[in-house]
């Protein structure tokens, strides 16, 4: 039989236990070689793999605070800046 050699094409890739996208603070490292920005580097593959085992993907996190932390609950519309509108939960 066969082997599907693409089925496993749609999945984040991965570096051990880490999605790939987690790995990428260690390059930055890697360009600035000090204790600081390697302790930087260890606190943003540890932020990512907390978030990886929420079940967010890096893009998705930065989605969600990005709608949290500048956007709000409650946006204007264009019609009438008095009135509100809800977020879409869909």
């Not at 360009?31 to 793999?49: N, Q």
């Not at 998705?60 to 509100?84: D, K, M, S, V």
Request: glycine share 8%.
């Amino acid at each position: 039989m066969r082997e599907v050699l693409w089925r496993d094409t749609g999945l984040a890739p991965k570096v051990g236990p880490l999605d790939a996208r987690a790995i990428f603070p260690l390059g930055v490292w890697l360009l600035h070689w000090s204790t600081a920005t390697a302790a930087v580097a260890l606190a943003g593959i540890g932020a990512l793999f907390v978030v990886q085992r929420m079940g967010m993907t890096p893009a998705a996190c930065a989605r969600y605070l990005r709608l949290r932390l500048l956007i709000g609950e409650r946006r204007e519309t264009r019609e009438n800046e008095r009135h509100w509108r809800q977020r879409c939960r869909w």
